[in-house]
């Protein structure tokens, strides 16, 4: 190997430099947090192009999210000198189906300017159906339906090829009936949804070989970034187009729109040499095993490819087993397990050294994800300085935990830190709110990743446009979100004649609907129901005198249907927004009356979102992937919330091992500090229940970890109610720093405070509003 070359060449080190120049076959690099392999795909694209192999047009470039791939071409430039022009194919996985589906729209029943469906759209589509096929969609929600065509279309299967068995989950058996027509209506409206823009690229590479030869001629190289996370739509994706093009022979066409196309003859000539199989390295094959279920989708996958018997060319996966942390979302850890099975001859790079995080953090994230069992096990070694240790603190609840972070924040800013340099990761979305409430009164700027903020999330501003309603007859913009939410009968023509009869008179929406119900202009059922709602916010208003703000709210929503609506639902995602409306009640009680709540949002609302340059950054630990900061805060940390509850009883042991993989992401985006929180009691469905720290604290090395006092104020520090007494406990739980220390200053607290544990009962917690709300923006189509 030579030792001088381009100077972007120069910082690597020698394994990261093998990663990069290894250009021919497949290659494989598997290593953990922090040790460059995002670094190495990108040094890997300009190598690439400054050595000439091949042009911006011919590389396949997968990230993980839409904003990773703006950097990632920035870095590019910077490592060339120069802005690389035109990398139409450096994306995510969606945003390329997109791109290749659009060329070859014809193909799937779609013109090239078809409509890409959010999940919105998409639940409206599939009630349609229902009320076609007389399914009462109150037993059988559309929502659901959504949730189980999205899951096929994870996994690659199109209508047909729907397991009898999982078909017959809805609706006695028509649900793979009601897909296929779903497929049918989203053509004739010339739409595709999130699943569409790669099962339709699967299904036109398989039904069209020449369109597929095409494309594999077309992508001299392959890079994809967090390969461990892909699902097997995604995996089918890839291994059709990583294979060689199996005959020169076949004149190469032009891609559609594309000046640059040309042919590949000499590149694609070797002969479909079968697809040898090659038993798995023996320690991928153990953890595999160790990990899976043998019935894996991935399995079944990969063998259904090997009857495309081809020979792979160049690609370049990265990926770290202990960071597979969407398994919820169909994602299996098997793809990168399996990677030398699938393309035989890959050579697996592995990266030591990190170069991201303190002595001290990095012992106590390769600690934690020690606990896990099935895993390949990696080392991981840093040449920083022990720098400062983990600090966890405890707070007395919720609110002070984020006091307490919100002072050590502005502690860091006086340092001289930068806010850009300080993230804030939660298990569940809804811990968001109380963050968000407290940089509003601190004047902290702050930026959410990965979804909407708290206060515009969509359930949200439902919520607060009834309550709007309520509060100011006049709010017409209120009033027209939530006439028909949930669904009431009152559609768009009902809207725009009480538009007519507002404008005419000069009222308000809100007064229209009042004197339009006391005419026949409407259709008797239109009429009733909207009679009904007049009559409803009549009655909520005389109540508001004699109830308790929060009482208001709580009766709002589930009189109007808005809480049974998403209790209705079974997306993936509705138990987050129910969620996420209890903590808005919850919310309420920090302010005197509805008024005064509602000045409090307007302000929240009026702050730039993003705007500022510099500003901490808040957002799940599922969004932090890929991502580093100098200092992160990490809280929640206790049983039900994190380890999840709801993972633990869905999955068990396996999502245990997920949630903990969780954790590990978690303090491996941090250089410089690490800070987890717990606190002693938290809201949980309204009511105030004492928490267990989180069993991953246990796991933590005491050596590389501090016991520190919350800045919070009341808590444990001394002062107010809980004094003393408690802070002993800390010192003692401090000295004995190991399991069962945790609970067993749990217990004492318990007994000192009168309350009982349980904490955990139903205590659920969401993962995917950030993911599937349709209000994500470009990021959903990462997946
Ligand atoms: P993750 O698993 O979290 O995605 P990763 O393996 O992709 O991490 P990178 O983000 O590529 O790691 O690199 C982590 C940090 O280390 C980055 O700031 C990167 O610039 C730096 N880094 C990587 N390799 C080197 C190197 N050889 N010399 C100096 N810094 C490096
Ligand atoms: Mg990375």
New binding site residues.
């Given amino acids: 190997r030579a030792s001088v070359g381009p100077k972007y060449l120069a910082?690597?080190?020698p394994e990261?430099r093998e990663a990069v120049e290894t250009l021919d076959g497949p290659v494989l690099v598997l290593?953990?947090?922090?040790?460059?392999?995002?670094?190495?795909l990108t040094t890997r694209i300009a190598h690439i192009l400054s050595q000439g192999r091949a042009r911006p047009a011919e590389i396949l470039s997968v990230t993980f999210t839409n904003k990773a791939a703006r950097e990632m071409k920035h870095r590019l430039g910077q490592m060339l000198g120069h802005a690389v022009e035109g990398m139409p194919w450096l994306g995510t996985f969606h945003s390329i189906g997109g791109r290749i589906l659009r060329f070859h729209a014809e193909l799937a029943q779609l013109k090239s300017n078809f409509t890409v469906l959010d999940v919105d759209d998409q639940v409206r589509l599939l009630k349609q159906l229902l009320q076609a096929e007389n399914i009462d969609d109150k037993r059988w929600p559309a929502r659901m339906l959504a949730g189980l065509i999205d899951g096929w279309k994870n996994r690659g299967l199109m209508p047909s090829q729907v397991p009898s068995g999982e078909a017959a989950v809805f609706a006695n058996g028509k649900g793979g009936k009601l897909y296929a027509s779903y497929q049918e209506r989203l053509k004739i409206l010339n739409a595709a949804d999130f699943g569409d823009l790669l099962l339709e690229n699967i299904r036109i590479f398989r039904e069209h070989p020449d369109i597929l030869r095409q494309y594999q001629q077309r992508f001299k190289y392959i890079l994809v970034?967090?390969y461990q996370d892909t699902n097997v739509a995604q995996y089918l994706w890839l291994r059709l187009l990583s294979q060689a093009p199996s005959s020169a022979s076949f004149a190469s066409p032009r891609v559609r729109g594309e000046a640059d196309a040309r042919s590949a003859a000499g590149e694609g000539d070797s002969p479909s040499t079968a697809l040898v199989e090659t038993p798995p390295h023996p320690d991928l094959l153990s953890a595999s095993e160790a990990r899976r279920a043998p019935a894996s989708a991935f399995a079944k996958a990969s063998a259904d490819m090997s009857g495309e018997k081809e020979k792979t060319k160049n690609i370049c996966c990265?990926g770290?087993d202990d960071?597979s942390i969407y398994g919820w979302r169909g994602a299996e850890v098997d793809n990168i397990l399996r990677f030398e099975h699938d393309f035989p001859g890959a050579k697996v790079i592995r990266?030591e050294r990190?170069?991201?995080s303190t002595g001290h953090i990095l012992a106590a994230a390769s600690h934690l994800i020690a606990h896990n069992e099935g895993r390949l096990g990696k080392t991981l070694r840093t040449e920083d300085q022990d720098g400062e240790k983990v600090t966890v603190t405890g707070s007395w609840d919720s609110e002070e935990e984020a006091r307490g972070i919100g002072e050590e924040i502005e502690q860091l800013q006086r340092q001289g830190e930068k806010l850009n340099e300080i993230a804030i990761l939660v298990r569940a979305s809804y811990q968001m709110r109380e963050f968000e409430d407290r940089f509003v009164t601190l004047g902290l700027p702050y930026r959410v990743i990965g979804g909407p903020r708290f206060y515009e999330r969509a359930e949200i501003r439902d919520a607060l446009a009834y309550l709007r309603v309520i509060n100011s007859p006049a709010d017409d913009l209120a009033f027209e979100r939530i006439v028909n939410t949930p669904k009431r009968g009152l559609g768009d023509a009902t809207v725009q004649m009480l538009h007519d009869h507002a404008r005419k008179r000069r009222i308000p929406l809100f007064e229209a609907a009042r004197a339009v119900v006391e005419t026949d202009e409407l259709k008797p059922k239109a009429r009733g129901s909207l009679r009904d709602l007049v009559a409803q916010f009549d009655r909520w208003r005389a109540q508001r005198e004699v109830t308790a703000h929060t009482d208001l709210a709580q009766i709002v929503l589930d009189e109007s249907g808005y809480t049974e609506m998403w209790q209705k639902d079974r997306s993936a995602d509705a138990a987050g927004r129910l969620e996420n409306l209890k903590e808005l009640v919850r919310s309420m009680e920090e302010f005197e009356n509805l008024q005064g709540f509602l000045e409090h949002i307007s302000l929240v609302m009026d702050r730039e979102g993003g705007a500022e340059d510099d500003a901490v950054s808040l957002m799940t630990l599922h969004s932090a992937?890929?991502?580093?900061f100098d200092n992160v805060f990490l809280p929640g940390w206790e049983e039900g919330l994190f380890p999840s509850q709801r993972t633990l009883d869905e999955q068990g042991r396996a999502g245990l091992e997920e949630e903990r993989r969780l954790g590990h992401?978690g303090l491996?985006?941090a250089r410089r500090r690490a800070k987890i929180y717990f606190a002693t009691n938290r809201r949980i469905h309204g009511t105030w229940s004492t928490t267990i720290p989180s069993r991953f604290l246990d796991e933590l090395p005491a050596a590389n970890v501090e016991i520190t006092e919350s800045k919070g104020g009341s808590g444990w520090g001394g002062t107010g109610g809980y004094g003393a007494s408690r802070f002993d406990d800390m010192e003692a739980f401090g000295s004995s720093y190991s399991t069962p220390g945790w609970q067993r200053a749990q217990a004492n607290r318990n007994r000192g405070s009168g309350r009982n544990g349980g904490g955990r009962s139903g205590f659920e917690e969401e993962t995917s509003t950030f993911s599937t709300s349709s209000s994500s923006g470009p990021d959903f189509g990462s997946f």
């Avoid at 290593?31 to 190495?40: D, E, F, L």
């Fill in positions: 910082g690597l080190n990261q290593a953990g947090a922090g040790t460059g392999k995002t670094r190495v970034d967090e990265v770290d960071q990266l990190n170069y991201r992937k890929g991502l580093e992401v491996t985006r």
